[in-house]
């Protein structure tokens, strides 16, 4: 586990990444939306953070003073009430440089999106498992392991022998459900089924939308990956890649160090040093993910647009 917090800023800048499903009215919406860009200001941290009626989402980066003064004022001022959301879920790791350009706050419809109103974390949830006890239900051949990401983050890692529901958004896994879990379950018979993603909201949701489906044991990693990485030893896990996260780090490896992986600035997908080093790859242009999808406009407007970032990075 990564050692306490250090306040001679060896550490480098402190990334924090939290969420809380508890219920915000309009009047909470706003003080938010009011007081988080100057305490951000203030503290020099940057990110983004989502305000929505069912709670808040963010991940910073900043000093970690001004980190933690920020993560302070949110569990002072967030309605926690005597339920499991008692308190924030925040992830920490460290980076030399900062991973966000700006700070933003919005105000969205939902913290994350799955495009079903009536899921409510809050009224009901699977059941939490800690990473200690996770390598252990995941081994269990009767559970049916399930990463709740994208089909991009997928890709660059994830538990060994997990489902990959191949969606391209979180909106996309109900209909997953209806059209392939369900018949699944429907053939095999009963099965517990185990989820995890990157930071654990969506699992939150996900499981709850299950539980709402009727299905029957549902479980979900405390904390989601990140957590099991601070938590659990190399040498014990049974994840294999990086964590794809959504900052300019693009990935982490076990350590929770930036890993190998980059975005391709035309498609915005991971790219590795293995897929960099690919003749169809030209730096801000193109990669083998992307060659056939833009038009020979679309490359010319993105080399000069390469270009002009070159030139800036030159002149520091």
């Excluded at 980190?67 to 302070?72: A, G, I, K, N, T």
């Excluded at 990485?229 to 990086?242: A, F, H, M, T």
């Excluded at 056939?292 to 390469?306: I, K, L, P, V, Y």
């Amino acid at each position: 586990m990564r050692p306490p917090i250090r306040s001679d800023g060896n550490d480098g800048l402190l990334v924090a990444a939290f969420y809380c499903f508890t219920p915000l009215d309009g009047a909470d919406q706003q003080d938010f939306l009011s007081a988080l860009p100057p305490l951000a200001h203030k503290g020099s941290v940057l990110g983004s953070v989502l305000i929505a009626a069912e709670g808040v989402n963010g991940t910073v980066c900043g000093p970690t003073q001004g980190v933690e003064q920020l993560l302070c004022y949110l569990r002072t001022q967030l309605p926690l009430g005597d339920s499991h959301y008692d308190c924030l879920e925040i992830k920490r790791s460290w980076n030399p440089d900062q991973v966000f350009r700006r700070f933003k706050v919005r105000n969205k419809r939902e913290i994350v999106t799955l495009g079903q109103p009536q899921v409510d974390p809050r009224e009901s949830v699977g059941t939490y498992v800690d990473p200690q006890d996770w390598n252990a239900l995941i081994d269990d051949p009767d559970t049916l392991v399930i990463d709740a990401r994208n089909t991009y983050e997928v890709a660059i890692g994830s538990f060994e022998g997990s489902l990959n529901p191949q969606t391209e958004s979180f909106r996309d896994f109900p209909r997953w459900v209806d059209q392939k879990l369900r018949p699944r379950i429907e053939r095999a018979g009963p099965q517990r089924i185990a989820m995890f993603c990157t930071g654990g909201i969506r699992c939150e949701k996900a499981s709850s939308f299950l539980q709402q489906k009727g299905f029957g044991e549902v479980h979900h990693l405390r904390g989601g990956i990140l957590r099991y990485l601070e938590e659990v030893p190399e040498q014990n896990s049974r994840w294999r890649g990086e964590c794809f996260v959504f900052d300019q780090r693009v990935a982490l490896n076990h350590q929770l160090e930036r890993g190998d992986y980059s975005l391709c600035h035309a498609c915005g997908l991971p790219v590795s040093s293995e897929q960099r080093a690919l003749p169809s790859y030209i730096k801000g242009v193109q990669c083998f993910q992307c060659i056939d999808r833009f038009t020979d406009a679309d490359r010319s407007r993105f080399a000069m647009r390469q270009h002009q970032i070159d030139q800036l990075a030159s002149r520091g």
